[in-house]
């Protein structure tokens, strides 16, 4: 049997079967963050201490931004906006606006096979760089093998907006020097000063390249919505629901044997190149599906 808890004091959530060794932890405070996963008694996301969440975006969902703003600035509808600088070393806008919001659990679901949590942030200020209401839902289910997160954005304000998202996933492995990424892709963005996109470059990639002593923080245009991650001890497919604006970024963190592998609908300055930006109507909906399986 699935079991969820709530520890109020720290405002939590426990998911756990110790029949199928599952088990995650999700921060409410900290933009309903997933902290923790273990599948089939592998730990796939563990926390990063003694790096802290502030320097890290751990797991945090990447809305209305993926990545970076050059100098925060952007020019929507002829109008011109600016983001807070939250990157004061690149003097960039970083991962967006919902990273630090409290989510408030809307349903819960817990059975012999799976656990179901719903979880939502409604945004009802105008804020300087965003100036749009909107509710943001995150929907995670645990099973013996996979874990699947939707993430579905209502524009909730009168106007249109542009938006890009992702998540920031960390994963563990026990030999990260002799473990690989396996993708479909011929096209690697460039990044040039404080990691912004200023082009992109045609790649003979093959198939998959292993990490071995590589310092990464790249992304790539995929061709394909997975990814798989494959370790000493286990391996990991991460799939997409997008049919489109498929876009891998991969960043290695000053901690041993961890890397991040975030999936995202955009690249860095997307508001200002494009590249993935979409746009929300007034009253519409968009939604996206994550969900990594292991193997």
């Excluded at 990545?67 to 690149?90: C, L, M, S, V, W």
């Excluded at 907006?161 to 992702?166: A, D, I, M």
């Excluded at 000493?232 to 991040?260: C, G, M, R």
């Amino acid at each position: 049997m699935y079991k969820i808890y709530h520890n109020k004091a720290l405002n939590t959530l426990e998911i756990e079967n110790s029949k199928d060794e599952v088990y995650g932890k999700i921060h409410l405070d900290a933009g309903a963050s997933l902290q923790e996963l273990t599948l089939k008694g592998h730990t796939i996301i563990k926390d990063l201490a003694p790096l802290t969440y502030a320097n890290t975006y751990a797991s945090s969902i990447l809305f209305p931004f993926a990545n970076r703003i050059k100098d925060g600035a952007y020019t929507f509808n002829d109008t011109d906006f600016q983001f807070e600088i939250n990157h004061k070393d690149e003097n960039n806008a970083l991962h967006g606006l919902v990273y630090n919001k409290t989510f408030q659990i809307i349903e819960q679901e817990n059975s012999n096979d799976s656990a179901s949590i719903l979880l939502e942030y409604e945004e009802k200020e105008l804020s300087t760089g965003f100036p749009y209401t909107y509710i943001i839902q995150l929907k995670y289910v645990f099973t013996a093998s996979n874990l699947s997160l939707q993430v579905a954005v209502k524009n909730t304000d009168s106007k249109a907006f542009p938006f890009t998202l992702g998540w920031h996933p960390y994963f563990l492995s026990d030999d990260l020097y002799n473990s690989s990424l396996h993708f479909n892709s011929d096209k690697k963005l460039v990044l040039g000063d404080r990691n912004i996109t200023v082009g992109v470059e045609y790649i003979n990639f093959g198939d998959h390249f292993k990490v071995e002593n590589q310092q990464l923080d790249d992304c790539w245009i995929l061709n394909s919505n997975d990814v798989t991650f494959k370790t000493p001890k286990y391996e990991l497919i991460i799939e997409s629901s997008a049919d489109e604006n498929n876009f891998l970024q991969v960043y290695t963190p000053p901690k041993p044997n961890t890397i991040a592998i975030e999936p995202t609908t955009g690249v860095s300055d997307s508001f200002n190149n494009n590249i993935g930006l979409k746009t929300l109507n007034a009253n519409d909906s968009y939604s996206i599906n994550w969900n990594i399986k292991i193997k």
